[in-house]
């Protein structure tokens, strides 16, 4: 009966190391493109926007990751999706940027409409992202 429950388990490991490490690379990607140090920012300024900008991207890119987990044929398939995913979010990016040229200035002065700004842009391309992987 565990046997049965555990059966997974190799795959799991797999799509969950696959996951983590597709993250760990957008976040990579993310803070190399924009200009900001956001991790100097959250660590150790304690700024508030700049975490909940980079916490709701993060999340933007998680809802695609994980469509692409449900729905790919095998993890080969998932990482390419993934990394679509990943792409798709740095544009989401540069969109926000167009319509807010000084979004990295704001950020780094701790502006919440600019953080809540780029967070649902973030979340938008996510969403959409996530379900036009489930075709």
Not at 29 to 43: Q, S, W
Not at 44 to 72: D, Q, R, W
Not at 73 to 96: E, K, P, R, S, T
Request: charged share 5%.
């Amino acid at each position: 009966m565990i046997g049965n429950s555990l059966a997974g388990l190799p795959a799991f490991a797999a799509y969950f190391v696959a996951a983590t490490s597709l993250c760990a690379l957008y976040l990579i990607a993310y803070t190399k493109v924009t200009p900001n140090d956001e991790f100097g920012l959250i660590f150790k300024e304690h700024n508030a926007s700049t975490a909940l900008a980079l916490g709701m991207s993060l999340l933007g890119f998680s809802l695609p990751l994980a469509s692409a987990i449900f729905h790919s044929a095998n993890i080969i398939d998932c990482v390419i999706w993934g990394l679509v995913a990943l792409v798709v979010q740095l544009i989401a990016y540069f969109l926000a940027w167009i319509a807010h040229p000084d979004l990295g200035g704001a950020l780094r002065t701790n502006s919440m409409a600019a953080a809540i700004w780029l967070g649902f842009v973030s979340l938008t391309a996510g969403v959409l992202s996530a379900v036009c992987m489930s075709w």
